[in-house]
């Protein structure tokens, strides 16, 4: 059975309300999500499965030291080959998901484009394409691992 990991750091709770909308897509697909606060994960597990999904939002035109870190540490843990995506809430500018997706594909991770931002506190509309990225995450670990 194909496993899908949601790690997210989020200081309002705007990243966070993404994170539970995309595994709520994953589940709708059948496929196994687990989701938790960056600090909460241990990314050596998180290198154990098939989709890692990594979300952040953008401060000072970046992400936080803490989440870099954190993907530093499980991409020593290897994830080579590995399906990927990337989101977050921002407020201006946004770097954040793209700076994530990036280090992920340098890691040799199949990212699925575009990264998913939502400005502020995501709606309706925003959380139904949150939806729809984690169906669509599912959708792509089922065939891989097929
Ligand atoms: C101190 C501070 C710095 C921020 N810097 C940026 C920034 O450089 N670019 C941007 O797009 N948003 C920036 N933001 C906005 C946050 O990314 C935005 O409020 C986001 O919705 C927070 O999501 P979260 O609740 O998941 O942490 C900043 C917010 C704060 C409080």
Not at 24 to 35: A, N, P
Not at 93 to 106: F, T, Y
């Amino acid at each position: 059975m194909p496993k899908i990991a949601i790690v997210y750091l989020s200081t309002q709770g705007s990243t966070k309300m993404m994170a539970e909308a995309i595994a709520e897509g994953v589940r709708e697909k059948h496929v196994d999500v687990d989701i938790n606060n960056f600090y909460e994960w241990d990314p050596s597990d998180v290198a154990k499965y098939d989709g890692i999904c990594i979300g952040s939002s953008t401060f000072y035109y970046t992400m936080l030291e803490p989440i870099a870190k954190f993907i530093d540490k499980l991409i020593n843990a290897g994830i080579e080959g590995k399906i990927g995506a990337a989101f977050g809430s921002y407020g201006w500018s946004g770097e954040a998901p793209v700076l994530i997706a990036q280090k992920m594909r340098d890691a040799g991770v199949d990212v699925i484009d575009p990264v998913l931002r939502i400005q502020y506190i995501p709606n309706e509309k925003d959380l139904a394409e949150c939806i729809r990225l984690g169906k669509d995450l599912a959708i792509k670990v089922k065939k891989k691992t097929k």
